[in-house]
């Protein structure tokens, strides 16, 4: 039985990192203009650079970044026992984008690059992180429920900031914040994309690894705390966790929706609610999502391109109107 029970999850974590593998070695090819095989085996210019400076950079930021979302979603889930639940759900995302709206609007990123925009929306996000965990402790003890609520009132605070932010701005600032919030990807600096790459690695690591904690926080903190789960310690490091992908995430990409609530979603029809099981498949599938979608925007109405967090909306919402009319979700 135990053999019988390993085989969908060794099937479906094999497929789901072959997907994931095809998607980094096939979609760097993917663009408006085609490269020539011959020319990137010899390394001849410009297809090499094309391929290897601005492609497979995008290509990895989407596999990592569509990943975190994923995983982020899908952790948020357990944790909130509520289907909706998405990495934008507790207001840390929201706290990023507010923060790299402030980088752009004083001009950060004209000096600094990415960089600057990535500095302001971390800043946002530990201010705002901190911000929830102070709202939702009360009298020593975190739950579930005042977690969501504080992350609902604090989310809705900051998409008010932004509006006023950007309705503040100059012609140029506001072009660009506008750009921003639609969410996409661009390539990055390498040095950039690895220190992303490793954070999400290593937080993504630690997520899974406690696959068995999320499980008991998805029937109910009263049962986990009799399986032995230490319920606020468990919500503490859930929350900052998520946070940690899903801002990250936004700092290089910008708001970015549906990811995180699609795959895992879809993926709980499907497997079950093992998180053991789920997590590694929605990161892995979400990374496929969001990179293809770059892809296929790249190539779409080309030479112009749809930014990806454009492709993704119209994707999930017309998923999520399907999953009502079926009767509702799970």
């Not at 601005?54 to 979603?73: C, I, N, Y």
């Not at 998405?86 to 995302?93: A, E, F, N, R």
């Amino acid at each position: 039985m135990m053999l019988m029970r390993r085989r969908p999850v060794v099937a479906w974590v094999g497929g789901s990192g072959l997907l994931f593998a095809a998607a980094a070695l096939l979609l760097p090819f993917v663009g408006p203009s085609a490269l020539d095989w011959a020319r990137v085996w010899q390394r001849q210019e410009p297809d090499w650079s094309i391929l290897t400076n601005l492609r497979l950079s995008r290509t990895l930021l989407g596999l990592f970044a569509g990943g975190a979302l994923a995983l982020a979603g899908s952790l948020f889930q357990s944790m909130l026992r509520d289907a909706l639940a998405t990495p934008y759900t507790l207001g840390v995302s929201t706290g990023a984008s507010l923060g790299a709206v402030i980088a752009i609007a004083f001009d950060w990123h004209t000096v600094a690059g990415v960089v600057g925009i990535w500095a302001g929306a971390l800043v946002g996000a530990g201010l705002i992180l901190f911000v929830v965990m102070g709202a939702a402790t009360r009298g020593g003890q975190l739950s579930s429920s005042s977690l969501l609520l504080a992350g609902i009132a604090i989310n809705s605070v900051c998409a008010a900031l932004i509006l006023l932010v950007h309705g503040l701005t100059g012609m140029s600032q506001s072009f660009a914040i506008s750009r921003w919030l639609i969410g996409g990807l661009d390539a990055i600096e390498r040095s950039t994309l690895l220190v992303y790459m490793l954070v999400v690695i290593a937080t993504g690591i630690i997520i899974i690894r406690q696959g068995r904690q999320w499980n008991l926080l998805a029937v109910g903190e009263a049962w986990a705390a009799t399986r032995g789960a230490q319920v606020r310690r468990a919500l503490f490091q859930g929350y900052v966790a998520g946070s940690i992908l899903a801002a990250t995430t936004v700092a290089l990409t910008g708001p970015i929706g549906f990811v995180g609530l699609v795959v895992p979603h879809l993926l709980r029809g499907r497997l079950g609610g093992d998180d053991r099981m789920l997590m590694p498949c929605a990161f892995l599938l979400g990374g496929v999502l969001l990179a293809s979608c770059d892809a296929l925007g790249r190539v779409l109405l080309a030479p112009a391109e749809i930014p990806a967090g454009a492709i993704t909306v119209c994707i999930g919402g017309p998923y999520l109107i399907w999953v009502i009319r079926r009767g509702g979700l799970r």
